[in-house]
T-cell receptor
Framework: GENVEQHPSTLSVQEGDSAVIKCTYSDSASNYFPWYKQELGKRPQLIIDIRSNVGEKKDQRIAVTLNKTAKHFSLHITETQPEDSAVYFCAASKAPGPRRSGGGADGLTFGKGTHLIIQP | GAGVSQSPSNKVTEKGKDVELRCDPISGHTALYWYRQSLGQGLEFLIYFQGNSAPDKSGLPSDRFSAERTGGSVSTLTIQRTQQEDSAVYLC???????????FGPGTRLLVL
């Protein structure tokens, strides 16, 4: 099955600096890569996702890049703010994409998370 | 509109007892997923439903775990003869289809004494 590795486990940056979190995956058939943010005691919330037909996607201060050949993808947060402090999870799955014969889609395989700390 | 809801929010039980966790997906979402998150850990996939059927049960840790979904809506995850290692937060997510963004519920925090 799929295996997702995430680094670093903890990242501390000064407010206003950039933060980069990296993930690798093992299953070349994976084609959907979401990133979730989880604040303490709260549910994970999607912040951005990317599909395998694009190499980069940006939404304001957040961007994600995907290298299919190397099977790795990264989250970039620029101009970090205190409210960016949280645990960030990357994930991979074979969905979305054309429905495979037999139907269905795998659940998300998550990395172990990165605790991002924004220092004031 | 209303998001994914789960009940109970917290559950304390004794080792060996059965527990039932409930998930109400977003209205109209046909796909439903169960995950488990242990303290300070990532999310572990358990099972997925498309409508009422579960094409992927590969993540269930043991035969003590089962899940069902009726009417293409509410799902229940049942853990029989609970063990202390079952203590975790059980998260449910739903998506519009099998190939769409998953939205998570608040989770059920299970503690097995």
């Amino acid at each position: 099955g799929e295996n997702v590795e995430q680094h670093p486990s903890t990242l501390s940056v000064q407010e206003g600096d950039s933060a980069v979190i990296k993930c690798t995956y093992s299953d070349s058939a994976s084609n959907y890569f979401p990133w979730y943010k989880q604040e303490l005691g709260k549910r994970p919330q999607l912040i951005i996702d990317i599909r395998s037909n694009v190499g980069e996607k940006k939404d304001q201060r957040i961007a994600v890049t995907l290298n299919k050949t190397a099977k790795h993808f990264s989250l970039h947060i620029t101009e970090t703010q205190p409210e960016d402090s949280a645990v960030y999870f990357c994930a991979a799955s074979k969905a979305p994409g054309p429905r495979r014969s037999g139907g269905g889609a795998d659940g998300l395989t998550f990395g172990k998370g990165t605790h991002l700390i924004i220092q004031p | 509109g209303a998001g994914v809801s789960q009940s109970p929010s917290n559950k304390v039980t004794e080792k060996g007892k059965d527990v039932e966790l409930r998930c109400d997906p977003i209205s109209g979402h046909t796909a439903l997923y169960w995950y488990r998150q242990s303290l300070g850990q990532g999310l572990e996939f358990l099972i997925y439903f498309q409508g009422n059927s579960a094409p992927d049960k590969s993540g269930l840790p043991s035969d003590r775990f089962s899940a069902e979904r009726t009417g293409g809506s509410v799902s229940t995850l049942t853990i029989q003869r609970t063990q202390q290692e079952d203590s975790a937060v059980y998260l449910c997510a739903s998506s519009l289809g099998t190939q769409e963004t998953q939205y998570f519920g608040p989770g059920t925090r299970l503690l097995v004494l």
